[in-house]
DNA sequence: TTACTTCCGCTACCCAGGTATCGGAAAGGT
DNA sequence: ACCTTTCCGATACCTGGGTAGCGGAAGTAA
């Protein structure tokens, strides 16, 4: 959401990006990507389609920039219990992306639809700008994760001669792999699953079994 | 591609659903998902659109059957050594992401893009019909490649406790992760390094480090 | 042959993303 | 006040995915 003020001319309207956004949550959340149409945007929220486009030029970049405002930046805790802080990571990551994977759908629970996160990847695959801007908003987070990993490794709890990024991909890539891919749920038992999986290999070899 | 075959009045030109398919793998690999037009290939394959409609109802479909005709079932070989399997066919799943990631794209070999590969994943997710199609696509290779895991365990070469879909998961999920989502090459050593973190925690306890 | 069925190609059309243009409105500079 | 700049809203338009309807072609069944 580029907002430069050039101090000349007539000013942007401050709101109505605001109104766009929030219609275009709305109509996100209850018709999901396809049905979302952005004309329908522009008229819940009582602007011309044009002031639309003047912000965002193209749906997936509404698209995106809603779905990053939605991403509401939890800090990451490192209470030294490596296992229980990757757990509360990784429930983070997964509530985000099961929130988002049935977006717009029906309450038919047991189709497999990656819904707005493959429509997200797409975008990003799509757009080159969409790529880095969507990668920028859960750096942070995933770069406390990473640090997590790190930290664990300087004070013992796991081996030192891994590559942290190499076992931060293996936590959340099954993750996913799943929406997007497999479609099988991740839920928390899933999610137990892929820490013991990582961790098993990662403890150094002195140490005692858990 | 449904071939009936009614018996009844003028049938199917047989022809026609292979230069469409040889058509639009063609403008799919130069253009890209985005530029390829149905009427382009339509016109290219020497066809009506509505003639291509009759076969594949949606762009998504056609996509999806040229790409599903692209996987040449390579056979995983199980040979007892595990860490060779499981290279030879993490390869073969990377050389095919690899080559999807870049169709249509011009040659500045920097850019992230996921290209097609995000583009059959938003597919699957639009159309449930296609989702099932894809995953049964590649059921059997991923069926052989569990069967490795399984039989590695079996003889003693892999814990006898754990998942073998988790760990499945762990090897293919850091793949589709870095395609679809981070943009980061999906290489040889990186899939060393992918293999060496699953394996080191999966070997049973009392064997003998690598 | 004739009747029936299904396909083909063609045209016309609908819909939604996106662009172009234009008069007018809201600011700043002088 | 007046000009300049930039935004707004409205309309018209282009493009491409997808649909509907038609006459005719290619087959089977009687």
Not at 2 to 9: F, H, I, L, V, Y
Not at 87 to 96: M, S
Not at 171 to 177: M, T
Request: charge should be neutral; avoid cysteine.
């Amino acid at each position: 959401m580029p907002e430069r003020a050039p101090s000349r001319g007539r000013p942007r309207d401050i709101d109505a990006g605001r109104r766009i956004l929030i219609a275009a949550r709305d109509l996100l959340l209850v018709d999901g990507y396809a049905a979302l149409s952005i004309d329908e945007v522009a008229d819940q929220a009582g602007v011309a389609k044009t002031t639309l486009y003047r912000r965002w030029p193209t749906k997936d970049h509404l698209i995106v920039a809603v779905v990053a405002l939605m991403q509401d930046d939890v800090p990451i805790l490192d209470t030294g219990d490596i296992r229980a802080d990757l757990t509360d990571y990784l429930r983070q990551v997964a509530d985000g992306l099961n929130t988002m994977r049935r977006a717009g759908l029906p309450e038919s629970a047991d189709d497999r639809s990656a819904g707005v996160v493959a429509e997200i990847a797409a975008a990003a695959a799509r757009h080159a700008d969409l790529g880095t801007l969507i990668r920028a908003v859960f750096a942070r987070r995933n770069a406390m994760a990473i640090g997590l990993l790190a930290s664990a490794a300087r004070r013992g709890a796991l081996r030192t001669d891994l590559d942290v990024a190499v076992l931060f991909d293996q936590l959340v890539g099954p993750l996913y792999y799943r929406i997007l891919v497999t479609g099988e749920p991740v839920d928390h038992p899933y999610l137990d699953l892929i820490i013991d999986g990582a961790l098993r290999g990662a403890r150094p070899s002195h140490a005692h079994p858990a």
